[in-house]
């Protein structure tokens, strides 16, 4: 058989079998495999591959598996951090010493928190990703993407206080004796027991507290506020001042709940909030008119679909270089 | 450390756990086994991510990946067992069905190691029963396109089954 024919024969071939030929085709295709044993032979290897096609497809189990995705994404996701936490493990070849190592790492650490929680400083660092953790009393923390939290000792005298750089929610347990402090940049945030969002991101002009149940109080050297539920307060380094607002942001964590939510927002807001809530780094270039305006919601998405959902909304046009996402065009 | 695509990776892990848990399960027979190979399948993955092209074949790469570990799993569990005395009996499948749930395994990697488009185009076709032209119009490719993948991944299957075609006769006769 000729080479170059063989794309068209097997076209034709598959064709047939999928039961796509017309009559004629059908003729054809007859000839050809009479023509020569060796064409028979081709025809029935490739039918051969369309029923063991056939085979599969039709003995794929329809019962689902009782998997829970999330709970395994999130135990890959740990398991991840280890691993990147770890570099080590990659000099490691052979299954024993791998095991080996990972009890010894875990030991380690294990030891090394207990040691540092005794009175010395803990640091604890979200870089590519956010992090849940617990603090020695309790309370939780998520913390947002290149952002860190330090604190001394297991708090079990005096005051809770931790230092914060970027961006955290905060979920206190409560303790009027000992109340929490959050050091940010040049101002204490104080609480005996409430949720909120610290953002103290160095590189950026504000730090913004953002309550979402219970009473903050929030000062620096120059003022003192105290913030409600539902209130947001943002400290200028200029003056050193603190401005009390209620808190226009919906999405003021979307970074931690990954829900979002767009009412007639600008586009120019819609990157922004993106860019946090992703840690994505999309920008619109000067051509893209400025009146452009979003109403969506959004819940547990990917970026890619947030994405795919403003593209056909807006006429979209972007380009990705890297990591980076340049908005180039939009048709309102 | 260049950024990884960490929102890819999970996509991925999303659309192809369950599949390949499956898959898994036809070796081991357990789910919790199953689930730590694809879950020691998906941390290789990731430690190399950075480094394979964006357009790289990871379902060919994963279903590979997984039926390796299963066999080495298979092998190993082997060797432990014999040291045992487990009885003989319960081990031993008939040739036959052995064969046949052998021929299933490979030929389910050979399906999931297709270039993505030509295997959706197959599957669109073979599983769902949609002709030439509805397959075009859902990937919004010509009709000519859609045959020149479906004879692609026929001469892929063949290609990779080999000599397991021979199974097939053997099976269906």
Not at chain 1, 125 to 145: F, K, W
Not at chain 1, 302 to 326: C, F, P, W
């Amino acid at each position: 058989m000729d080479i170059d024919q063989n794309d068209s024969i097997n076209e034709q071939i598959a064709k047939s079998l999928a039961r796509e030929t017309s009559a004629e085709e059908e003729a054809a295709l007859m000839s050809w495999r009479q023509q020569a044993s060796a064409n028979e032979k081709h025809y029935q290897d490739l039918e051969k591959a369309f029923d063991a096609g056939d085979r599969y497809y039709q003995s794929q189990s329809k019962a689902e598996l009782a998997i829970d995705l999330d709970k395994e994404w999130a135990h890959l996701q740990s398991r991840l951090m280890e691993a990147e936490e770890a570099p080590v493990r990659t000099l490691w070849s052979g299954q024993t010493l791998r095991i080996a190592a990972g009890i010894l790492l875990v030991a380690i650490s294990s030891f090394v928190v207990y040691w540092m929680n005794r009175d010395q400083s803990t640091v604890i660092v979200a870089s590519a990703e956010t992090r849940s953790l617990t603090l020695p009393d309790g309370s939780t923390v998520v913390l947002n993407r290149n952002s860190s939290l330090s604190y001394t000792g297991d708090f079990s005298e005096g005051v809770r206080s931790v230092t914060l750089t970027g961006e955290a929610f905060f979920e206190i347990v409560r303790n009027e004796q000992r109340p929490f402090q959050i050091q940010a940049q040049a101002t204490t945030v104080e609480v005996l027991g409430t949720s909120f969002s610290v953002r103290a991101y160095q590189g950026e002009p504000e730090v913004a507290v953002t309550v979402q149940t219970g009473l903050v109080k929030f000062s620096s050297t120059e003022s003192e506020v105290k913030l409600q539920a539902g209130e947001r307060g943002v400290f200028t380094p200029a003056t050193r001042k603190i401005a009390k607002a209620p808190n226009e942001d919906a999405n003021f964590l979307s970074w931690k709940t990954h829900k979002i939510i767009f009412e007639s927002t600008s586009l120019q807001a819609v990157v922004e909030t993106l860019n946090r809530a992703y840690g994505s780094q999309i920008m619109i270039s000067a051509t893209v008119p400025a009146t452009c305006a979003v109403t969506a919601s959004f819940d547990q998405q990917s970026l890619e679909a947030v994405l795919a959902v403003l593209k056909s909304t807006l006429n979209l046009t972007y380009r990705i270089q890297g990591n980076k996402i340049e908005i180039i065009g939009a048709g309102c | 450390m260049a950024a990884k695509n960490l929102q890819a990776f999970e996509t991925l892990f999303r659309q192809l756990f369950k599949p390949l848990c499956g898959f898994a399960m036809k070796y081991v027979r357990d789910l919790d086994e199953a689930k730590g190979i694809v879950h020691d399948v998906f941390i290789q993955l990731w430690e190399k991510f950075d480094q394979l092209p964006e357009d790289s074949n990871y379902r060919g790469y994963l279903f590979t990946a997984v039926r390796n570990r299963c066999l080495n799993h298979l092998r190993d569990r082997k060797k432990f067992s014999s040291l045992s005395d487990a009885p003989e009996g319960a081990r031993i499948e008939e040739n036959r069905s052995m064969e046949a749930a052998e021929l299933e395994r490979e030929i389910e990697v050979a399906i999931n190691m297709l270039p993505e488009r030509c295997r959706l185009v197959f599957e669109m076709n073979r599983q769902d029963g949609l002709s030439y032209i509805q397959v075009a119009e859902k990937l919004g490719i010509s009709v000519k396109t859609v045959e020149a993948q479906m004879s692609k991944a026929l001469a892929l299957l063949r290609e990779r089954l080999g000599e397991f075609l021979v199974l097939i006769i053997f099976m269906s006769s």
